[in-house]
C-alpha cells in the first residue's frame, strides 16, 4: 500500500478523500490555489501544495515529486476524466488511482463509448448528425449533449428545429469552457424519463463487480439533486440485467478502478433502458451505495490501484436498507435555481447524518467553482424510514450568509410524487418551487430576534432597552419596517410583552412562540442584514426603508439575478428590440444565463461589456419602452 498520496481536488471530495487516508494510515497531500489558501481540505492534509489551477496538470504532477507522494487520487471534476493527466503521472513513475489512460478516454468520449456498448450488447439511445436534426428527420424534443465531459454541462434540449443552432452554438462555448473541447452531438431526447446508474468495481486481476444501482432522476438543469439507493423500481431481475450489462460494458472497455454505467430508463416501464454514459471517476452520489453496501469506494480504489484484488465476489454484494442523498446547492430554487454567492456566516450540520461538506464558518463561497456546499446523507431500514430520516436532518441543517436549496429539498423529499417513487427527470421543472414560511412570519421573527439582541447588548442603560421598558411599567409598541431579501418592505408592529416570546435556545438561536407554535430560528449577523433560519429555510432581513422602484416590467431595466462574468452582449444600443429578445449572456460556474428584453423598445443603455465581472442586482441594460425616456 502507498505510505503517501496527493489529492488532487478540492472541497467535500478532497476532505472526504483525506479522510480514508487518514484512516488507512497513509500520509496526505493537498493542492489548493490562492482563493482556497485557507480552505478546510488544506488545514486537514498533512502537507499541501499551492498552485495556479486545478487543471494544471503539470503542477499536479510536479507536486507529487516535490513532496514524494506515490500516487494521486483525482477525486471527481476538473482533471479526473483526463486521460492525459494518467499518462502524466505515468511518466513521472506517480501512480493514478482512476482507470488506465485507454479505458478512461474510451468513455470520455461519450460517442465512442455509445460505440462499445452497442458492441458490448448494451441498448443505447440513438444519435442523429446535424444535418438529420435541421431536417427534422430525428423528431423533436433532441438533447445536444457535448461529447467530452459530464455533470449537466455543454447540454441543451431542443424543442424546435428553429432553435437547434442557437442550442448548439451554446452548447459549444459551455463545453469548451468546461472541458477544453467544443464537440457536441445530437440524441434522443425522452421528456418523461428515469436516470439509473450502477456502480462498478474492477481490478487489475481481470475480476469487475457491480454494486447494485442508484436512483437519479431528480435533477435540475440536467444535474442531480437527490439520489438514493436501491431504486423502488428496480426489481431484482432487472438489478441483475442493469448489472450484467455494467459489468459487461467495463469489462469490455479495459476498465479498472471504480466507475458508474449510467442508464435512461422508460418512466413506465424502467425495464425499457439505453446506455446514456460511463463516469470514469468516482460519483458525487457515491456515499448512499456505501451505505447499503458497507464498502468504502476510495479504500476499494486506493486497494484496487496498489494491485490489490477485489477480495470478494458478486455474490458477496448485498444491499441493506435505504440510503438516500441530498446536494445542498449554493442556489436560489425560487429564482431558477441561479447560483448564489457570500460568505458563510451561521452553519449548523445536522445531528444524526453523514455529512460530506466543503464549508465552515467564515468559509467564502464565489461563482468560481461548482456550487455543491454540502451532502446529507441518511440510512434507514426501508426506503420511508430513509425519507423521514432525511427530512428531519435538512430540518435540522443551517446555512447563513449565502442562499442554499436546503429548505427546497425539504419540499421537494415531502411531495406525494417522491414519497411514492414516482419519479422523472423532469419533476423538479413540473413543480411549484416553495418559498418557505410567509415573509411576515419571518420579518416578524427577525424583529423579535433583533429586539432581545438588542436588549441584551443594553442592558445596563434601562432607558436604552429595545424591549419596551418604560419609567412606570408601561410597555410601547415598536415599528419594524424590514425587507425580506429583495422583496417589499414589511411593516410589523411588536407590543412590549410580545418580545419576550423570543427566548434564547443556544448562543447562536432564539425560541420564539406564536400562539400553540413554538418553532427554533438560527441567527447571525451581517452589517445591516440579520441572517434567519428555521426548519432548513433561510432568509437575509435587512432593517431599512423599502424603495418604491418601479419594476423591471415598466422600467425595462435588467439587472443582474447571479453573480457572474459577461460573456456576449449580441445587442446594441439604439437597436429596437421585442420582449424575450437576448440583450446580454451571463456565464456563472461554467453555465451561461441569458438576460432578455422584458419590454418591446428600444436599447437604451448597456452598463458592460464582454469580460465585465458582475454582482447580484446590478443594473446590465435598459430598454426604453414605446421610446419614451
Same mark, same amino acid.
Given at each position: ?142 438533447? &445536444?449533449?457535448? #461529447? /467530452?465531459?459530464? *455533470?449537466?454541462? =455543454?447540454?441543451?434540449? +431542443? !424543442?424546435?428545429?428553429? @432553435?437547434? $443552432? ?80 455494467? &459489468?459487461?460494458? #467495463? /469489462?469490455?472497455? *479495459?476498465?479498472? =478502478?471504480?466507475?458508474? +454505467? !449510467?442508464?435512461?430508463? @422508460?418512466? $413506465? ?83 444524526? #447524518? ?9 468559509? +467564502? ?265
Amino acid at each position: 500500500m502507498f505510505s503517501s498520496v496527493l489529492v488532487a481536488n478540492r472541497g467535500e471530495i478532497a476532505r472526504r478523500v483525506i479522510r480514508t487516508l487518514h484512516r488507512m494510515g497513509i500520509a496526505s497531500v493537498a493542492v489548493f490555489t490562492p482563493a482556497d489558501r485557507g480552505a478546510p481540505h488544506v488545514r486537514e492534509a498533512g502537507e499541501a501544495v499551492r498552485v495556479s489551477s486545478y487543471l494544471e496538470i503539470a503542477e499536479m504532477v510536479g507536486a507529487c515529486t516535490r513532496t514524494g507522494a506515490q500516487a494521486l487520487h483525482p477525486g471527481y471534476g476538473f482533471l479526473s476524466e483526463n486521460p492525459e493527466l494518467a499518462r502524466a503521472c505515468a511518466a513521472a513513475g506517480v501512480i493514478f488511482i482512476g482507470p488506465p489512460p485507454a479505458a478512461s478516454e474510451l468513455m470520455g468520449d461519450k460517442l465512442r463509448a455509445k460505440a462499445a456498448a452497442e458492441r458490448a450488447g448494451v441498448p443505447v439511445v440513438p444519435t442523429y448528425t446535424e444535418e438529420q436534426a435541421a431536417a427534422d428527420g430525428a423528431g423533436y424534443p433532441l438533447l &445536444v449533449k457535448a #461529447a /467530452a465531459g459530464g *455533470g449537466g454541462r =455543454g447540454m441543451r434540449v +431542443v !424543442e424546435r428545429r428553429e @432553435d437547434l $443552432e442557437a442550442a448548439l452554438q451554446s452548447a459549444r462555448r459551455e463545453a469548451r469552457a468546461g472541458f477544453g473541447d467544443e464537440r457536441v452531438f445530437i440524441e434522443r431526447f425522452l421528456p418523461r424519463a428515469r436516470h439509473i446508474e450502477v456502480q462498478v468495481l474492477a481490478d487489475t486481476h481481470g475480476k469487475v463487480l457491480h454494486l447494485g444501482e442508484r436512483e437519479c432522476s431528480l435533477q435540475r438543469r440536467h444535474q442531480k439533486v437527490i439520489e438514493e439507493s436501491p431504486s423502488p423500481v428496480v426489481s431484482p431481475d432487472l438489478r441483475s440485467a442493469l448489472g450484467a450489462e455494467a &459489468v459487461a460494458l #467495463a /469489462a469490455a472497455a *479495459g476498465y479498472v =478502478g471504480a466507475g458508474t +454505467v !449510467e442508464f435512461i430508463a @422508460d418512466y $413506465e416501464k424502467p425495464a425499457e433502458h439505453y446506455f446514456l454514459e460511463m463516469n470514469a471517476r468516482l460519483q458525487v452520489e457515491h456515499p448512499v451505495t456505501e451505505m447499503v453496501t458497507g464498502l468504502d469506494l476510495v479504500e476499494a480504489q486506493l486497494r484496487i490501484a496498489a494491485g490489490e484484488p477485489l477480495g470478494l465476489d458478486q455474490a458477496d454484494v448485498r444491499l441493506s436498507g435505504h440510503a438516500i442523498e441530498a446536494r445542498i446547492n449554493a442556489e436560489d430554487a425560487t429564482r431558477e435555481f441561479l447560483p448564489a454567492a457570500g460568505r458563510v456566516i451561521g452553519y449548523r450540520r445536522p445531528r444524526g #447524518a453523514r455529512v460530506d461538506d466543503a464549508i465552515e464558518l467564515g468559509s +467564502v463561497v464565489d461563482t468560481a467553482y461548482d456550487s455543491l456546499l454540502a451532502k446529507v446523507i441518511v440510512h434507514g431500514r426501508d426506503r420511508p424510514v430513509a425519507l423521514s430520516e432525511l427530512d428531519r436532518a435538512l430540518a435540522d441543517t443551517a446555512i447563513l450568509g449565502v442562499t442554499t436549496t436546503t429548505g427546497f429539498l425539504r419540499a421537494l423529499i415531502g411531495t406525494e410524487a417522491v414519497r411514492d417513487g414516482r419519479l422523472d427527470t423532469g419533476l423538479i421543472e413540473r413543480m411549484e418551487i416553495p418559498a418557505g414560511p410567509a415573509p411576515a412570519e419571518v420579518a416578524r421573527a427577525a424583529a423579535l430576534i433583533s429586539m432581545k439582541l438588542l436588549a441584551e447588548q443594553a442592558a445596563d442603560d434601562p432607558f436604552a432597552r429595545a424591549d419596551g421598558w418604560r419609567l412606570g411599567g408601561r410597555r410601547a409598541s415598536s415599528w419594524w419596517r424590514l425587507a425580506v431579501g429583495g422583496d417589499d418592505a414589511l411593516e410589523v408592529e411588536l407590543g412590549g410583552d410580545e418580545a419576550q416570546a423570543a427566548e434564547r435556545s443556544a448562543p447562536d438561536a432564539f425560541t420564539l412562540m406564536a400562539g400553540d407554535q413554538r418553532r427554533e430560528w438560527i441567527y447571525a449577523e451581517q452589517g445591516q442584514v440579520l441572517w434567519v433560519s428555521s426548519d432548513g429555510w433561510a432568509w437575509p432581513v435587512r432593517h431599512r426603508e423599502a424603495d418604491q422602484a418601479d419594476s423591471a416590467q415598466s422600467s425595462g431595466e435588467v439587472r443582474a439575478p447571479m453573480p457572474g462574468q459577461v460573456l456576449l452582449v449580441p445587442a446594441s444600443v439604439g437597436e429596437t428590440v421585442q420582449a424575450g429578445d437576448t440583450l446580454i449572456v451571463l456565464e456563472s460556474m461554467k453555465m451561461e444565463l441569458a438576460m432578455t428584453a422584458p419590454v418591446a423598445g428600444l436599447v437604451a443603455e448597456l452598463s458592460v461589456v464582454v469580460g465585465d465581472k458582475v454582482v447580484v442586482d446590478q443594473a446590465l441594460a435598459r430598454v426604453e419602452v414605446n421610446g419614451s425616456r
